[in-house]
């Protein structure tokens, strides 16, 4: 999980500073959705509100791969295969959770799955 989250945060983080410091004249929607991508991709690095904004970064990384935010500097997502794959692994960190090694888990704790035993037969 730590792995995962590493990398799917690392490429938004990068795409972001890309786009907000070497993008050079950025009008303000490219400056929002520059700073989105930093946002969300420091925070699923560090595993901060990891349910809530792994979908949000995946919807970032489809919007970019059609071209509905005009902010590819680098075109990591210009290829549909490789917007899919990071789309994929965004799908995964919001359904496995934030992991051990991570800010939710030092916030609100490991969540834990009690399966309560089987009822007793009479005999």
Not at 80 to 104: C, E, H, N, R, W
Request: some cysteine.
């Amino acid at each position: 999980m730590l792995v995962l989250r590493i990398v799917a945060g690392a490429t938004l983080v990068v795409e972001g500073t890309f786009c907000l410091f070497l993008r050079g004249h950025a009008n303000g929607i490219q400056f929002f959705a520059a700073v989105l991508l930093l946002a969300t991709g420091a925070s699923i690095l560090i595993g901060f509100l990891t349910p809530v904004l792994a979908p949000l970064a995946g919807l970032e990384c489809l919007s970019i791969a059609f071209s509905w935010l005009p902010v590819p500097v680098l075109g990591l997502f210009d290829s549909k295969l490789v917007a899919t794959q990071v789309i994929a692994m965004f799908a995964a960190v919001a359904l496995l959770g934030p992991g051990a090694y991570s800010l939710d888990a030092r916030l609100f704790g490991w969540k834990e799955i009690v399966i309560p035993a089987p009822p007793h037969k009479p005999e």
